[in-house]
């Protein structure tokens, strides 16, 4: 036990030493806090999100901080059998339910299900969401996905984040690894061990999506992996957007 304490406390301290661990420096204590963050988190449909990143999340929430999740889309295109209208309905309900077991207030933006779209008009949308919530710290997809929909989340995000000069801190989640999520490679870690439970039960209020088959996808040996690699039971790993000076993006 000793030994394998230590090594933990090694991995944590070589992952500090690699700036591996600004996020969870908003995360430092499960204590209540003085600053209240606003964090913010931009999904292509109801699920993603939780799958995502639902464990971080729900730990800002616990720790004190203002979560929102703005879902792109209702989910419109989600379930066989079900009209658009009524496929949205459901998955309206299933979001509501999941963001009330993390703590966190559900937006939607307003796009379809399989046919988002990137313009001027959709980023000047997003934009005013973020800037109604005035967010400290936003997550979203990683732009080099599978999905379309989960791609025009990141860009519109992207290109939110740039227009506000870097106003707020972008983070980026992986959802289903190799088959979604390409070529992800995480800059900061969030050990969920102790919301990890409460991310399960938020994604499985997503019953329409079939939540045992999203672990299945990889979400549970993800979680497992990135806590091998941060030296703890479970973790979720992210890409920071590292910054920008004078109006331009450093990466």
């Given at each position: 036990m000793k030994n394998e304490s230590s090594r933990r406390r090694f991995v944590k301290n070589a992952?500090?030493?690699?700036?591996?661990?600004?996020?969870?420096?908003f995360l430092a204590a499960n204590t209540k806090v003085d600053k209240k963050l606003k964090v913010v988190c931009v999904g292509g449909h109801p699920d993603d999100p939780e799958s995502g990143c639902g464990g971080t999340l729900a730990r800002f929430a616990t720790t004190g901080h203002?979560?929102?999740?703005?879902?792109?889309?209702?989910?419109?295109a989600g379930i066989p059998g079900k009209s658009h209208r009524e496929a949205a309905d459901i998955r309206t309900r299933e979001s509501v339910e999941a963001c009330k077991i993390l703590n966190i207030k559900p937006v939607f933006a307003g796009q379809t299900d399989g046919d988002?779209?990137?313009?001027?008009?959709?980023?000047?949308?997003?934009?005013?969401?973020?800037?109604?919530e005035k967010p400290d710290i936003v997550f979203t997809h990683w732009p080099v996905d599978s999905h379309k929909d989960h791609q025009v989340a990141s860009l519109l995000t992207i290109q939110c984040w740039i227009r506000a000069a870097g106003k707020f801190d972008l983070y980026f989640f992986e959802v289903c690894t190799g088959e979604q999520t390409m070529i992800f490679k995480p800059t900061d870690y969030v050990d969920i061990s102790d919301t990890q439970e409460q991310k399960r039960k938020a994604l499985y209020c997503h019953i329409s999506q079939d939540p045992p088959g999203i672990y299945q996808c990889g979400h549970a040996a993800m979680e497992d992996f990135r806590g091998r690699e941060l030296g703890v039971k479970a973790a979720e790993g992210f890409v920071r957007m590292t910054g920008m000076k004078n109006g331009n993006i450093i990466i």
């Open positions: 992952a500090a030493g690699l700036g591996f661990l600004s996020l969870p420096n203002a979560v929102t999740i703005i879902y792109l889309t209702r989910g419109e988002t779209v990137i313009n001027n008009e959709w980023v000047k949308k997003l934009e005013q969401l973020l800037e109604d």
